[in-house]
Every structure is written in structure tokens, then in C-alpha cells.
């Protein structure tokens, strides 16, 4: 069953640090600063809301800025019938077949090409929600899916305000010299990326660069495998284009690719 992940929580002046249901589903109560409070579950007024939010992919497709006649979902279809043309095999000149499907990996590729970035812990919850779908009635495993799914992923899944670009910069701020101009030294911020967070090690981070700056023979020139990219040979080349002192546009703009906006 596919339900909406995210909530928003909007009752209460002074934050919600944690809410609960109550053992019959009529209350809710919730808990923000010095406060507590009880609420009472309409259910009616959630059906009818749900009822006019339409039925089947409607709703999702509200979810997109246009809707289904919108340039999102548009590039939502190119990228889905792009993933089935890779799966088959970019150089592949047999005579090709347009499916309704595309198997399960090729879900985080179409994510990140349109603007989502999951962590890998967040590919792996994306993909085993697809794959143990149906395991309970069926007994089997998902190995595909088809566009409606998809559109169900990306609207459960991404972030509501999209690519918060105010938290590369606050990193930055914060990692930065002491004069808080939120310059990090080159060797510093390399040395960061392969040990905080999730684990990358020096070759795929490498690989990574490589492909953002289009190194020859990164992944960048290769459409249907990622090549290891030799770590001593890219990082040496990639510390000549990255600059002594890095601060957030340069990482963003430079590096990322991202156009300026407004902060």
C-alpha cells in the first residue's frame, strides 16, 4: 500500500518535539516545549480532503509544479524511457521495444537527474520499499517498476523544499578558518568527504570528482558502467583544479554545478 511519508505538523505555537495516537485512533497528543496538549481526530474531515484530492495518480501528479501537463513529469518520462534504453545498453543497435517497466536499479539514477540526491542509506529504503512491496501477499520480490511508481517514489521521498543549498553554506561557515569567511583549506575538505557521514573511500571519491569536473575517463564519457577512476592519478590532477581555499559558491557553483541563488 503507497501513503504519504512525510507530514506537516502545523498545531502549536512552540514546536512539536514528539507526537503519539491514542490506542483507539480518536486523539492525538503531542508534546512541543513546556507543553502538552490532546487533539481530537476528525476522520471525516481527512476523508472527504482525501476524496477531493482525486483518485489513483492524481494526487501525486498535483504534487508536481504543472501537474501531469507539466515540464517535470515530461522529464520524469524522458528519464524513465532513457533508464530502459541504459538497462538494454546504450550501444545496443538491435531493434528496440518501449516497456512499461524499468528494473529496480535504475531508480536512483532517475532520482538524482531530477534534482533528488538520496544518501545511500536512502537508495537502499527507496528500493527495499519497492522490492518487498507485494512479498507479504505474494511471497515474491519487486524487481521493476513502472511510471506511476515511480511518480509515487519521488513525491514520498524527496524533500519537500527541495536541495537545501543554505546547509552547504552553514557547513562551510562552520568547518571554515576562524575568521568565518568560511574558506576550508583543499585538503581538509577532501579529507572530510572520505571520513563524516557516509563512508567514501579515496577511489570513489575520485570517481566522483572525475565525473563533476569530466575528467578523461570518468564515468562522465562511460554511459553504461562507472569505471574506477586510479585515485593516485585523479586526486593529484583533481588538487591542480581545485583551489588552496574552498568556500560554499565556489563548491556549489565550481564544483557542484549549481546555479547562484538567492540565500
Known amino acids: 500500500q503507497w501513503y504519504q511519508r512525510r507530514v506537516a505538523i502545523t498545531a502549536g505555537g512552540d514546536g512539536n518535539n514528539n507526537m503519539v495516537v491514542s490506542h483507539d485512533s480518536k486523539f492525538i497528543f503531542t508534546v512541543g516545549g513546556m507543553t502538552s496538549r490532546m487533539w481530537r481526530i476528525a476522520p471525516d474531515v481527512?476523508?472527504?480532503s482525501a476524496a477531493l484530492g482525486g483518485s489513483g495518480l492524481e494526487p501525486y501528479y498535483q504534487l508536481l509544479p504543472g501537474g501531469r501537463d507539466g515540464e517535470l513529469f515530461k522529464e520524469m518520462e524522458n528519464y524513465f524511457y532513457y533508464a530502459q534504453m541504459r538497462a538494454?545498453?546504450?550501444t545496443n543497435t538491435d531493434?528496440?521495444?518501449?516497456?512499461k517497466f524499468v528494473p529496480l536499479d535504475q531508480v536512483p539514477n532517475i532520482m538524482r537527474a531530477l534534482g533528488f540526491y538520496p544518501s545511500e542509506l536512502q537508495i537502499q529504503d527507496i528500493i527495499n520499499e519497492v522490492r518487498f512491496s507485494k512479498f507479504v501477499d505474494t511471497n515474491e520480490t519487486v524487481s521493476q517498476i513502472d511510471i506511476g511508481t515511480l511518480l509515487k517514489l519521488y513525491c514520498n521521498h524527496r524533500p519537500v523544499f527541495g536541495l537545501p543549498l543554505y546547509k552547504v553554506y552553514n557547513?562551510?561557515?562552520s568547518i571554515g578558518d576562524k575568521t568565518g569567511n568560511g574558506m576550508v583549506e583543499r585538503g581538509l575538505l577532501l579529507d572530510l568527504l572520505q571520513s563524516r557521514g557516509e563512508h567514501i573511500s579515496e577511489s570513489e571519491l575520485a570517481e566522483y570528482l572525475a565525473s563533476l569536473f569530466h575528467y578523461e575517463g570518468s564515468a562522465t564519457n562511460k554511459e553504461d558502467k562507472m569505471n574506477p577512476v586510479a585515485p593516485g592519478s585523479a586526486m593529484s590532477a583533481l588538487e591542480e583544479l581545485l583551489p588552496a581555499q574552498i568556500d560554499g559558491d565556489l563548491f556549489t557553483g565550481h564544483v557542484l554545478g549549481f546555479e547562484a541563488v538567492l540565500q
Open 46 to 48: 481527512l476523508h472527504a
Open 88 to 90: 538494454e545498453g546504450i
Open 171 to 173: 557547513a562551510f561557515n
Open 95 to 99: 531493434q528496440r521495444k518501449i516497456g
